[in-house]
């Protein structure tokens, strides 16, 4: 072979090995397309993720929070929902309306969305909703709105196919969100894509597939974490049936770092820490773990914890205060809809166990449930209080019923880990807004 030749051959075989190199974490798809010159490019030296919404990514929350108050929603009797605000410094929810006196049920208001929401999410500059609903042309289709804090400039962020399903956990990094996508085929068969979608833009970009039982609980600098459940049509008592990964938007690297066996685990995300309780096998008692996501080192926190008789009677709350908070439940022998509950909250920095014997009654629920951490206080729901509503019925007259509405009010720390039941009450929705005074914040 002469010398052009064998250089010929060199050049293709390191042309080759770039483009294996270059497409091999975006298997499944063609190419990650180039962001606009106009959006805002993420240094790859500083990618900072967060999850926008709730603690483990697996159940969607109807409220978020910032550290001057919190967003929540109102489901009304017609489908439609109002957007509410419940500022920390004056204690007064209000409606997140552009208007001085409004019904709050027309599309010349701010707070409201005719067509309802699922979930709320919110970063530093915008609040978003999600709908997940039935159209005019009965093709179900998710949206994500993006909207300013104070509730105006309002418009579609992300519209997916009708045979598309947006699971409940999103992440950001400022400029993309990152969820997992479902897709159903003829077939009713599913598959499930990490997508990410330009804040800026909407445009909407396949990273890669994913399996069904792979869900997206938590995120740390470059890393999306995802909790891996069993396929149920393959689950045998040998199994190992979960585990924990760490998958890289920089390098599309997926890393394992835990395995564990079926029905004896709960974990969450936490500050770059992975925290997760583990039953014993006689589920007598369980262990609190800390999993370090940069280095996988692993520290038994405290053993011999109180638990059910599995993890299905018990409620994980989630960290508050360096706290790792949860709940026992027990049925009660005279009302077999009610359910009473042992709190234990077990310190993340040196194991010690406070128990939480604050009590309230909500449908039935009987522990305080923390809605969101300010600074120095709680957001609680506390108990119920009972509102009168004029309701429509199937002949087309109207009628009043008294309907259980839950009752929030603020707590400082202090007060709710010493079980002392001071607290604050938050006054319910009135028809006004205080939006001349939001808007002087920076960050509503």
């Not at 017609?78 to 001085?100: E, H, K, M, P, W």
Request: with cysteine.
């Amino acid at each position: 072979m002469d010398r052009r030749l064998k250089s010929y051959c060199i050049l293709f075989v390191l042309t080759l090995f770039t483009a294996v190199i270059l497409s091999g974490c975006l298997s499944g798809r063609t190419s990650l397309e180039v962001p606009d010159a106009n959006e805002t490019q993420v240094e790859e030296t500083n990618v900072q993720l967060r999850m926008l919404t709730t603690m483990d990514g697996s159940f969607a929350s109807s409220g978020i929070g910032n550290e001057d108050g919190y967003y929540s929603l109102r489901f009304n009797d017609d489908g439609s929902a109002n957007i509410l605000y419940t500022d920390r410094s004056s204690r007064q929810t209000v409606y997140l309306s552009n208007q001085i006196s409004s019904s709050h049920d027309n599309a010349t208001d701010t707070s409201w969305i005719e067509d309802g929401a699922t979930y709320l999410m919110a970063d530093e500059n915008s609040l978003y909703f999600v709908q997940s609903f039935v159209g005019r042309n009965m093709e179900p289709t998710d949206k994500i709105w993006r909207l300013d804090p104070n509730g105006e400039n309002r418009k579609i962020l992300m519209e997916l196919e009708p045979n598309q399903r947006l699971p409940q956990a999103v992440a950001s990094d400022g400029t993309y969100l990152y969820m997992v996508i479902e897709t159903v085929s003829q077939d009713a068969s599913s598959s499930y894509s990490l997508y990410r979608t330009s804040i800026a833009s909407g445009k909407k970009e396949k990273i890669t597939d994913l399996a069904g039982n792979e869900f997206l609980i938590g995120a740390y600098k470059e890393w999306l974490v995802f909790k891996s459940t069993p396929a149920f049509e393959s689950m045998t008592e040998s199994d190992t049936c979960g585990a924990l990964f760490l998958f890289s938007i920089k390098d599309c690297r997926k890393q394992l770092l835990l395995k564990w066996s079926p029905e004896t685990h709960y974990g969450i995300v936490h500050e770059g820490r992975y925290y997760y309780l583990q039953c014993d096998f006689d589920r007598r008692s369980a262990q609190l773990y800390s999993l370090n996501l940069e280095n996988g080192d692993t520290v038994c926190i405290k053993s011999g914890l109180p638990i059910g008789d599995s993890l299905d009677t018990t409620y994980f709350e989630g960290i508050y205060d360096g706290k790792f908070l949860y709940y026992v439940g027990s049925a009660d022998s005279e009302n077999v809809l009610a359910i009473h509950y042992a709190g234990y909250a077990v310190s993340s920095s040196d194991g010690a166990l406070e128990e939480v014997t604050l009590t309230s009654n909500f449908q039935g629920e009987t522990y305080v449930k923390i809605l969101w951490e300010f600074k120095d206080c709680f957001l609680v729901r506390n108990g119920e209080v009972i509102e009168t509503k004029v309701l429509e019925g199937i002949d087309g007259t109207s009628y009043t019923a008294k309907i259980p509405a839950p009752q929030w009010a603020l707590i400082a720390k202090e007060d709710f880990w010493s079980n002392n039941p001071n607290y604050q009450t938050i006054s319910p929705a009135v028809s006004y807004t205080h939006l001349r005074a939001h808007e002087t914040r920076h960050d509503i």
